[in-house]
Every structure is written in structure tokens, then in C-alpha cells.
């Protein structure tokens, strides 16, 4: 957070897991990380200006060097290197927003504009809340899919943010299904009712 203040940005996100990685769950981590490095827009020279960027981090610990995550190992880097403290201080200014109705594996996305809210804390109605609870996700596409619906969401109005996504990885291979099937699924509907 030191290395991009949330003052200077339109809105603010984060990648929080409840747990540190470990044996059990790095598996996740990598998907979430994959899926995190590839879904996002990067920054590039057409980026907006600052104040009009919503950005989402992955809270690591201490500064992070470009060097060190250019190569092909960057999630195993970004891993290594995550601060569950910060991201359970996080999810923990989420909970005072009632974002979470139960706890549960996480990652969440969770975003706030203005951007400064993280800094002071502001949980007053003035502030716009978005968040994307990914505990249901566990295959790869689910992660790609999600980080991609997080992006297009953060980059609408505020007035159009959904505040409390419930987990969105159930429900894509039944979408998908309906579109492969076409007006059949239609008609088995139909018949069903």
C-alpha cells in the first residue's frame, strides 16, 4: 500500500485471503494469482490517470521489486511474499460493511472508493463497497472468469456496483451450459414446469 497509495486512486481492491499459503491451499493461491496476473488490465501509457484508476493489489510484504516478479515464477514469488495480516485487516473492514454473510475460504475481492477509505477507515454510507467472495472457485477457468467479471465491474460507475457479490464459480458452467444448449435448454424448461 505504501508503494501505491489508495489516496491517489478512484478505487482500491484487494485480493484477501483469510489464511497464509501453505501445503494445503497453494494450489488455490496459484490459480487465484494466475488468474489475477492475466485477468487485470495492465497499466500501460493509454491507463487512465490515477485518480481515475481503480486498481487492485495483492497485498505482499515489504516493497515489491519489478525484477523480481518478471520472471515465469512470479506467482511462486507473490505467494511467498503474500501479508495475510494485512489482508485480515482487510477483510475485517469488509466484515464492518457486512460484506461477508458467513466466513469462509476466501479469496475475496474487495474494493472501496474512494481509494482513501482504506487509510482512514471510513465505513460511512458515503462510501461505494464492491465485493467478490471466490471460495466456491477451483478450477482454473472459474478464477480467470471471476477476476474478469472483477474487472469489468470496478471499471462502472460506483452507483452500479453490485456491493456484495455472492461466489460466482457455481454458476458459470451452468450459463455456459445453456448457451451450448440453446433453445433445447429452453424447451426442457418448458417441460419441466
Known sequence: M????????YAYGFVAFPTSPNASN??????ACNA????????T?????????????????GWVRDFEFAADNRCDRAIDSYDVTTARKLIAL?????FRKKPDRGPYLIAMSPGSVWSNADTSDTVAFNSLDLSDCDERQDF???FREWSRTLRMPTDKWNRNQNSPCGRWW???????LGNS????????Q
Open 2 to 9: 505504501t508503494q501505491f497509495p489508495p489516496e491517489e486512486f
Open 26 to 31: 497453494r494450489a488455490r493461491y496459484k490459480l
Open 36 to 43: 489475477f496476473d492475466a485477468g487485470l488490465d495492465p497499466i
Open 45 to 61: 501509457a493509454s491507463t487512465p490517470q490515477v485518480a481515475d484508476q481503480a486498481i487492485t493489489m495483492w497485498p505482499t510484504l
Open 94 to 98: 469488509g466484515d464492518d460493511l457486512g
Open 144 to 146: 480467470d472468469q471471476a
Open 174 to 180: 451452468a450459463l455456459e451450459a445453456l448457451d451450448f
Open 185 to 192: 435448454a429452453n424447451e426442457y424448461i418448458a417441460q419441466t
